[in-house]
């Protein structure tokens, strides 16, 4: 990722170091942008406890808590003890997958929450696309070739628009990657809604083995 910058004049996040024709003043640099983002990842999605967090039904925390949890609860704190709620507001502004939802003071995942924390959000149906995509490695192609796929300890299976994306989501767990092609009418045959997560994201309930259509490689 790239660093961070915020404009001198406009107070933008801006990931371009010269903003309305000055030098940017930078808040971020890559490592501790792509730390930071991890970590709010795992906090919203999967333990908010571990840093002390109050999380309501529909995923909402405190900014000023999840800043203050980082710096003084989380079990790594000594770490993170520069990290300011601007940080966290520029890291949701400028994800480049959307992964998070700003609102009146709070912030939340808009979607990959663990089965457990019993978050319920509202998402737009998706009734347009046509073809969406799903990586994963190649040992698990036996099982989701029979059975279909499953959101297993998610609440929903994650499909994405194009076939890079979901060759990079594919990565985090192996090196040998495929990418199964989604037939998105012919999951909406079997009764199942298409939702909206993010500009990229689709989530479903579960994809019908019948509506992979084709198993493709990822680019070397």
């Given at each position: 990722?790239?660093?961070?910058?915020?404009?001198?004049?406009?107070?933008?996040?801006?990931?371009?170091?010269?903003?309305?024709?000055?030098?940017?003043?930078?808040?971020?640099?890559?490592?501790?942008?792509?730390?930071?983002?991890?970590?709010?990842?795992?906090?919203?999605?999967?333990?908010?406890?571990?840093?002390?967090?109050?999380?309501?039904?529909?995923?909402?925390?405190?900014?000023?808590?999840?800043?203050?949890?980082?710096?003084?609860?989380?079990?790594?704190?000594?770490?993170?003890?520069?990290?300011?709620?601007?940080?966290?507001?520029?890291?949701?502004?400028?994800?480049?997958?959307?992964?998070?939802?700003?609102?009146?003071?709070?912030?939340?995942?808009?979607?990959?929450?663990?089965?457990?924390l019993?978050?319920?959000?509202?998402?737009?149906?998706?009734v347009?696309?046509?073809?969406?995509?799903?990586?994963?490695?190649?040992?698990?192609?036996?099982?989701?070739?029979k059975?279909?796929?499953?959101?297993?300890?998610?609440?929903?299976?994650?499909?994405?628009?194009?076939?890079?994306?979901?060759?990079?989501?594919?990565?985090?767990?192996?090196?040998?990657?495929?990418?199964?092609?989604?037939?998105?009418?012919?999951?909406?045959?079997?009764?199942?809604?298409?939702?909206?997560?993010?500009?990229?994201?689709?989530?479903?309930?579960?994809?019908?083995?019948?509506?992979?259509?084709?198993?493709?490689?990822?680019?070397?």
């Amino acid at each position: 990722m790239k660093p961070i910058y915020k404009c001198r004049i406009c107070g933008a996040y801006v990931e371009d170091p010269m903003h309305c024709g000055t030098k940017a003043e930078m808040i971020l640099d890559s490592s501790r942008r792509v730390a930071l983002s991890k970590l709010m990842s795992f906090l919203l999605r999967h333990d908010p406890s571990a840093a002390g967090l109050s999380m309501d039904r529909e995923g909402w925390v405190s900014i000023k808590e999840l800043a203050e949890g980082i710096r003084s609860r989380w079990r790594n704190a000594s770490l993170y003890r520069w990290v300011r709620e601007e940080h966290i507001v520029a890291i949701a502004l400028l994800d480049p997958k959307g992964r998070f939802e700003l609102r009146d003071g709070m912030i939340r995942a808009r979607y990959g929450h663990n089965k457990r924390l019993c978050v319920s959000i509202k998402y737009p149906k998706d009734v347009n696309s046509g073809y969406l995509y799903h990586g994963t490695v190649r040992r698990n192609l036996a099982s989701i070739l029979k059975e279909g796929i499953k959101p297993m300890n998610r609440h929903y299976v994650h499909l994405t628009l194009n076939i890079d994306d979901a060759c990079t989501v594919g990565k985090r767990h192996g090196d040998d990657v495929v990418v199964l092609l989604v037939d998105a009418w012919c999951v909406r045959s079997q009764g199942i809604d298409i939702l909206i997560a993010s500009r990229q994201v689709r989530l479903v309930s579960y994809v019908p083995p019948q509506c992979i259509k084709r198993v493709l490689s990822c680019k070397a």
